[in-house]
T-cell receptor, first 115, second 110 residues
Framework: DTEVTQTPKHLVMGMTNKKSLKCEQHMGHRAMYWYKQKAKKPPELMFVYSYEKLSINESVPSRFSPECPNSSLLNLHLHALQPEDSALYLC??????????????FGEGSRLTVL | KQEVTQIPAALSVPEGENLVLNCSFTDSAIYNLQWFRQDPGKGLTSLLLIQSSQREQTSGRLNASLDKSSGRSTLYIAASQPGDSATYLCALRVDYKLSFGAGTTVTVRA
């Protein structure tokens, strides 16, 4: 099973709402990632978790708050977002982080619209 | 900083023609290179992974080559089909980070 599952597939929220995106993998991978992708652009890295600890934050605004409850789950908590945060949010996982860690597997993404 | 370029940005071919997609990069100190496919509004599907020490990888109709000395990778798709229509992205891993190209959008005409 090489599947990364993301929920919800679509999310519409107001600027004062609090919502969460969820990601799950059962490949035994120890590295999990959040990427943001705007239309017709490549994905941009936001956060990296390694062994359930946040190892990389690519200077992401604090209105995005990641959480890794266990080795299979990754959440992205959203609060007080701006319309320009509307994008496709992609979760990914790999065997490990750093060095030659093999393939990166992506989920189908969560399409976020901020009104 | 790693710069990754994919040319052309878009490509339209008749069904049955072979596809050749190019990816060039500036820094050869990579761990691996991965080719992805992305359908509109969907996530990225991994197609092939080439390790730094390898020259090519094959899977079915797909073949990807890697030449670090010239900073190039090429994805070949044989006998294209309308279902191959998608955006293809190459990505290079340096440490924890993937550097993506902007992608080549392929349309295969029936």
């Amino acid at each position: 099973d090489t599947e990364v599952t993301q929920t919800p597939k679509h999310l519409v929220m107001g600027m004062t709402n609090k919502k969460s995106l969820k990601c799950e993998q059962h490949m035994g991978h120890r590295a999990m990632y959040w990427y943001k992708q705007k239309a017709k652009k490549p994905p941009e890295l936001m956060f990296v978790y390694s062994y359930e600890k946040l190892s990389i934050n690519e200077s992401v605004p604090s209105r995005f708050s990641p959480e890794c409850p266990n080795s299979s789950l990754l959440n992205l908590h959203l609060h007080a977002l701006q319309p320009e945060d509307s994008a496709l949010y992609l979760c990914a996982s790999s065997q490990d982080v750093g060095g030659n860690t093999g393939e990166l597997f992506f989920g189908e993404g969560s399409r976020l619209t901020v009104l | 900083k790693q710069e990754v370029t994919q040319i052309p940005a878009a490509l339209s071919v008749p069904e049955g023609e072979n596809l050749v997609l190019n990816c060039s990069f500036t820094d050869s100190a990579i761990y691996n290179l991965q080719w992805f496919r992305q359908d509109p509004g969907k996530g990225l599907t991994s197609l092939l992974l080439i390790q730094s020490s390898q020259r090519e990888q094959t899977s079915g109709r797909l073949n990807a080559s890697l030449d670090k000395s010239s900073g190039r990778s090429t994805l070949y798709i044989a006998a294209s089909q309308p279902g191959d229509s998608a955006t293809y992205l190459c990505a290079l891993r340096v440490d924890y980070k993937l550097s993506f190209g902007a992608g080549t959008t392929v349309t295969v005409r029936a």
